[in-house]
């Protein structure tokens, strides 16, 4: 978990300080916070063991719900 | 947009990688087993028509890329919904595709290594490729595209002594719906795909090529196809070809006398690499067009990082990935690929006609 939190702590930094210095609108700072937040959010977990439900799994069950999927 | 440019030849090429992508480790339309050469030809003409509507939708919509293709003909609402899904669905796809590469690394060459190291080192070089822009990218798939089919030709030449040229035989034993459902397969998987280079289309400079340059992909991809297919059946048999995970790494291992084990890795680095960096290209375009920003090299990191993630976190195993990618992909991909496409150019078509008819009656 240390390393997760490390790992994306050195790749905040260094666009972060990219950003800034370029000064780069509120909607970059935004999307850029909303990926790394959930890659670290899904990072954290899996590291943690607590895989949560994944995508393919969602996609999986919508399309077993509409009946594509038998 | 971006001024960059890349030639007929380069845009060939990287289609090229593309297609072989991971269909180097996985054997496409395996689902069909004996027949799997009838289903790719088959898919391999499907796929070839659908990659020929991607050409005719970016030539009907010159200079335009996918979002502002489906912004124009949809409205700025709804256009942004499906943009958002599309910028989904490449990111997917390049965390399938990352997963495919990880899978096979930490089985068959590295498996005291973790995975997820295997995954990040692969993408910081991925991201320091699509930073550098298309143009370079284009470049090194000059350099190493021509790699892959020339990587197929040594491992094929050099099984000549261990063939069984009967083992494909009986045809259709068992009728034509495996047949049919993997010739699907092999249409969304890799053919379907090759939608993402709807954010690529306008780089090209002659545009006038664009449709000849995707044929040609399209069936040198499928001959190859059929090659591989027939080099490992006439070499592993059909059984032992049901029941190996990468099949082509596996015919590679019988070579009599040398292990050229590690050639498969260096196609699945050169196709896997290709595809990848097209994916995380397009998908990093497509949400900067989304959100207005210039430059989309300032997301690609936090995209390929959120595609590390997404890589691990897709599948528990190597047994779900193939899984899913037999049974749920092709109609989770259906959608993107075939309907929103096929919908853009009847609308494509439809306004191209619109201008032409009020001229004609004023």
Known sequence: MIIVLAVFAILISYDLQRFIRKKERARVFAIYAFLMAASLTVGLLLAAGRRPLSPSQWIEAILRMIGVLK | MEKARISSIQMFLLLLGFLFGSTVILAPAQGAKNDAWLAMLLGGAGGTLLMWVYAAIALLNPSKTLVDILKEKMGKVVGNIFAVLYTWYFIHLASLVLRNYGEFI?????????????????????VYAINSGIEVIGRLSELLVPVIPLVVL???????????????????????????????????????????FLMLFPHVNKKEKLKKVVLLSAAISTLIGIILFFRDIFVLGSDLMARATFIPHLTSLLIPGFNVESLVDINLLIGGGVKISVCIYAAAKALSQIAGIGDCRKLTGAITTFCVVLS???????????????????????????????????????????????????
Not at chain 2, 184 to 192: A, V
Not at chain 2, 317 to 323: D, G, P
Not at chain 2, 352 to 357: A, F, I, L, T, V
């Open chain 2, 106 to 126: 930490c089985t068959v060459t590295f498996p005291e290594t973790p995975m997820v190291v295997v995954i990040g080192l692969f993408a910081v070089f991925l």
């Open chain 2, 312 to 362: 691990i976190w897709v599948y528990e195993n190597v047994l779900e990935m193939f899984k899913w990618a037999e049974k749920v992909w092709p109609y989770y991909s259906t959608s993107f690929q075939i309907v929103i496409p096929l919908l853009l150019l009847l609308l494509s078509l439809w306004k191209k006609s619109k201008p032409s008819d009020a001229g004609a009656e004023s």
């Open chain 2, 154 to 196: 040594i491992i094929s030449l050099s099984l000549i002594t261990v063939h069984d040229f009967t083992a494909f035989l009986p045809i259709l034993g068992n009728g034509m719906t495996p047949v049919l459902n993997a010739a699907f397969s092999f249409i969304t998987f890799p053919f379907g795909e090759t939608v993402a």
